[in-house]
């Protein structure tokens, strides 16, 4: 199924992972909406792309936490493509340590970010999919949405909760033609990785941003019978 002029928009769009799923879907020829909290970023990354791909770019700074920022930015971005056909919900944050040695305000924030910033964005792009009767969102998670481990008890539980809303909204929405899939990457090398603290190891061997978004790409490209529920991505290899 090829993607050309479809329409996306990416969350944490600016660094790591969400930066190379940007690049990825605009050499598929994909418009693209992209979100993160810092407006220079974007603007700088809206100059590579448009160097190089001959496509759309629009740029929202919003905090995906706030709903009311979640919901203006997606309005911003319909404004000037249209209405939206793939959500990738990428972005997130990280951080680690006993749950009585971290803050309740750490706690809340992983929280607020990862699980209630993917929902207000969510619940902001869904009518547009639910009209038009076809579309993916694509959230991406991780391993420790799947396994708890100590000093993850923020992380994992925003992934856990995560993940459970994305199986949910998958059984409502497939009748409709949406397509919802979770993607779990283990470490990725990226700043969340080694600013949390994350083993880093021989990065040649890490998994990278890019490989991620092969995958990304590659669940969109699926036929449209066809929805992927959950990728795990692990590397070959570990350290
Ligand atoms: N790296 C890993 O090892 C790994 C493994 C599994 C899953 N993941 C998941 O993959 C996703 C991306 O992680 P990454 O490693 O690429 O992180 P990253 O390099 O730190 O990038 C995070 C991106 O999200 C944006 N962002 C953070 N908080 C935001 C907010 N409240 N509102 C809007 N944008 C926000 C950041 O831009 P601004 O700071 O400008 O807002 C940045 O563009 C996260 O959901 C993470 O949990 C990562």
Partial sequence: MTLMKKKAIVTGASKGIGRAIAFALAAEGVHLGLISRSADDLNKLQKELLSTYDIQVVCSAADISERHQAEAAVAAIELEL???????????IAKFGTL???????????IQVNLMGTYYMTRAVLPSLLKQKSGDILNIASTAGERGFATGSAYCASKFALLGMTEALMH???KSNIRVTALNPSTVNTELAVNA???IGDEDRMMQPEDVAQVVVSALRLPARVTLKTAGLLTTNPQ
């Fill in 197 to 199: 603290g994350l083993p």
């Fill in 172 to 174: 409502e929405v497939r």
């Fill in 100 to 110: 009585l040695d971290m803050e309740p305000a750490e706690w809340e924030r992983m």
């Fill in 82 to 92: 249209g209405s939206i056909d793939i959500l990738i919900n990428n972005a997130g």
